[in-house]
């Protein structure tokens, strides 16, 4: 990974942080994007300290407003002419219904358009570095996951993680392996991954009632953020994954995705949805 830069979002914590670590240690520039600017600068500090290398910076942006993400991606460019790896990590999870400043649902709005525009504002970047990669973290619960096109914010019937997270997980998937399509012959690969059930505060953050109490139970039994980041790691660094592209990994290796993820036509229509939701159309 030396000379070679990498983007990590939500790298301030949890799989993010271990990801945006490892890349570090193997001798990466990298440049985590968070939020909240203190946990973004303490991170920065604690991967220096941990992996004596200087070469990792903090960009601030909340993945939940398109403005930032515009003005993220000006940002980086102006101190940055290449990018080799982009890891769209960042991810949430809300149990009670609320909407974006830009009037998309909080896990829709994070999950699936901020990972989606932030990628297609930083192509040209990521195809002038070829060969690149491109690593979107999603989830296990893309195979139930259903994307409800009459109702894309599940405003009339709001379930923060049977419907909408999984609903986001499945666009994760869908948007991976139709990027992997129109990348074809750049030299940029696409993939997704599963990262496993992570003992992360993604549910104890803005989450009530029932969704805070099981995940506060469950987080005993789950794989560490440095077990969870194996994944992404592998995806984003490995000789094994060179060109290889449009898969989908758990465990660091090839899983087949839900049929729904693999529909060409169905990816096709949610990028054509996403591109106006984002203004790109």
Not at 9 to 25: F, S, V
Not at 216 to 226: C, L
């Amino acid at each position: 990974m030396q000379n070679k830069v990498v983007l990590i979002t939500g790298g301030n914590a949890g799989i993010g942080l271990e990801t945006a670590r490892a890349l570090a240690k193997k001798g990466a520039t990298v440049v985590i994007v968070s939020r909240d600017a203190t946990k973004g600068q303490q991170a920065v500090e604690d991967i220096k300290q941990t992996t004596n290398n200087d070469k990792v910076s903090f960009m601030q942006c909340d993945l939940g407003s398109q403005k930032q993400i515009h003005q993220l991606v000006a940002d980086f460019k102006t101190k940055h002419d290449r990018l080799d790896v982009l890891v769209n990590n960042a991810g949430a999870f809300f149990s009670a219904y609320a909407e974006t400043e830009d009037g998309i649902e909080r896990q829709f709005a994070i999950n699936h358009l901020g990972p989606f525009l932030l990628t297609n504002l930083l192509l040209d970047t990521i195809k002038a570095s070829a060969p690149a990669r491109i690593v979107n973290v999603a989830s296990r619960a893309h195979y139930r996951g259903f994307i409800n096109f009459n109702d894309l914010n599940y405003k009339k019937n709001y379930d923060g993680f049977i419907l909408a997270y999984s609903q986001s997980k499945l666009a994760n998937v869908l948007f991976t392996n139709e990027l992997a399509r129109r990348l074809e012959g750049t030299g940029v690969t696409a993939n997704s991954l599963h990262p496993g059930v992570v003992a992360t505060d993604i549910a104890l953050k803005e989450s009530k009632g029932i969704y805070r109490l099981g995940w506060w139970i469950w987080k005993h039994f789950m794989i560490t953020p440095e077990e969870g980041a194996a994944t992404s790691i592998y995806v984003a660094s490995s000789k094994d994954v060179e060109g290889v592209t449009g898969k989908y990994f758990d465990k660091s290796k090839e899983k087949k995705a839900s049929a729904k993820a693999l529909d060409k036509n169905l990816a096709a229509r949610l990028w054509e949805i996403s591109e106006k939701l984002t203004g790109l159309a």
